[in-house]
């Protein structure tokens, strides 16, 4: 059975651009990023997946607030250290990426 929990598990109401699937805390479960644009400029929200379809109900966001619309987003491991790093294309402003580690995401070099 589906049912709607858009707003119980904090996504707001704003319009969400982009779905990415991957296992960003390497527990071999898939986690959902969902890419969305905010006055501020696009923002990536993360949700963990805790297992049996389920999901954790905190909504982690990576944010920088440089302007722009999200277009598409990416995961790979960009600096070669076994974590998927995320990339995002933003029309409008600068894209960016967040590199994934251990500790979670941070912010990472502009892409060239």
């Known amino acids: 059975n589906f049912h709607e929990d858009t ?6 109401r704003d319009a969400k651009a982009i779905a990415l699937w991957l296992d960003a805390d390497r527990n071999g479960r898939m986690d959902l990023i969902l890419g969305e644009n905010s006055e501020t400029g696009p923002r990536l929200l993360l949700i963990l997946g805790v297992g049996r379809g389920q999901f954790d109900s905190t909504v982690i966001t990576l944010d920088d607030e ?3 619309t999200a277009a598409a987003a990416t ?3 960009i600096d070669g250290d076994g974590w998927p790093d995320v ?4 029309a409008g402003g600068p894209d960016r990426v967040w590199l994934g580690g ?3 995401f941070r912010v990472g070099p502009p892409p060239t």
């Open 7 to 12: 707003m119980a598990i904090g996504l707001g």
């Open 66 to 68: 440089s302007g722009g």
């Open 75 to 77: 995961a790979a491991d």
């Open 87 to 90: 990339c995002l294309a933003v």
């Open 102 to 104: 251990s500790e979670g």
